[in-house]
Protein backbone atom coordinates (compact mmCIF):
# COMPACT_ATOMS: atom_id res chain seq x y z
CA UNK A 1 0.00 0.00 0.00
CA UNK A 2 1.39 3.65 -0.79
CA UNK A 3 -1.16 6.19 0.07
CA UNK A 4 -0.44 9.62 -1.27
CA UNK A 5 0.38 10.49 2.53
CA UNK A 6 1.14 8.27 5.27
CA UNK A 7 -0.38 9.16 8.90
CA UNK A 8 2.86 7.64 10.14
CA UNK A 9 6.45 7.58 9.49
CA UNK A 10 9.28 5.50 11.03
CA UNK A 11 13.12 7.23 10.30
CA UNK A 12 15.39 4.22 11.25
CA UNK A 13 14.97 0.73 9.93
CA UNK A 14 16.73 -1.44 12.65
CA UNK A 15 15.20 -3.43 15.22
CA UNK A 16 13.76 -1.13 17.28
CA UNK A 17 12.07 1.01 13.75
CA UNK A 18 10.64 -2.36 12.35
CA UNK A 19 9.29 -3.80 15.21
CA UNK A 20 7.56 -0.26 16.16
CA UNK A 21 6.61 -0.56 12.34
CA UNK A 22 5.01 -3.84 12.06
CA UNK A 23 3.03 -3.24 15.49
CA UNK A 24 1.48 0.05 13.89
CA UNK A 25 1.09 -1.48 10.61
CA UNK A 26 -1.49 -3.65 12.45
CA UNK A 27 -3.63 -0.10 12.71
CA UNK A 28 -2.94 2.24 9.52
CA UNK A 29 -0.57 2.57 7.15
CA UNK A 30 3.31 3.41 8.38
CA UNK A 31 6.31 4.23 6.09
CA UNK A 32 9.24 2.93 7.20
CA UNK A 33 12.76 4.97 6.10
CA UNK A 34 16.07 3.24 5.57
CA UNK A 35 19.35 4.44 4.82
CA UNK A 36 20.06 3.45 1.47
CA UNK A 37 17.48 2.34 -1.71
CA UNK A 38 19.09 -0.64 -1.53
CA UNK A 39 18.30 -1.57 2.24
CA UNK A 40 14.67 -0.13 1.20
CA UNK A 41 14.07 -2.65 -1.66
CA UNK A 42 15.48 -5.54 0.61
CA UNK A 43 12.88 -4.42 3.33
CA UNK A 44 10.26 -4.82 0.70
CA UNK A 45 10.93 -8.06 0.00
CA UNK A 46 10.31 -9.10 3.96
CA UNK A 47 12.03 -9.21 7.35
CA UNK A 48 11.11 -11.44 10.28
CA UNK A 49 9.97 -9.28 12.96
CA UNK A 50 9.28 -11.87 15.94
CA UNK A 51 7.89 -14.84 14.28
CA UNK A 52 5.97 -13.23 11.33
CA UNK A 53 6.95 -11.91 7.86
CA UNK A 54 6.63 -8.23 7.71
CA UNK A 55 6.75 -6.74 3.90
CA UNK A 56 6.77 -2.83 5.06
CA UNK A 57 6.13 0.14 2.46
CA UNK A 58 9.73 0.85 2.78
CA UNK A 59 11.54 4.01 1.54
CA UNK A 60 14.90 5.65 1.33
CA UNK A 61 16.11 8.96 1.60
CA UNK A 62 15.67 10.14 -1.99
CA UNK A 63 12.46 8.96 -1.83
CA UNK A 64 10.70 10.42 1.33
CA UNK A 65 7.23 10.03 1.99
CA UNK A 66 4.71 12.85 2.97
CA UNK A 67 3.59 11.70 6.53
CA UNK A 68 1.47 13.73 9.52
CA UNK A 69 3.71 12.16 12.30
CA UNK A 70 6.96 10.86 12.13
CA UNK A 71 9.07 9.14 14.63
CA UNK A 72 12.65 9.22 14.65
CA UNK A 73 14.90 6.13 16.10
Excluded at 11 to 39: M, T
Aim: aromatic share 6%; no cysteine.
Amino acid sequence: MNPDRYPLAIIGAGALGLHFAARLAGRGPVAVVARSEARAAALRAGVTVGNALFRPDAFGPATLPEADWVIVL
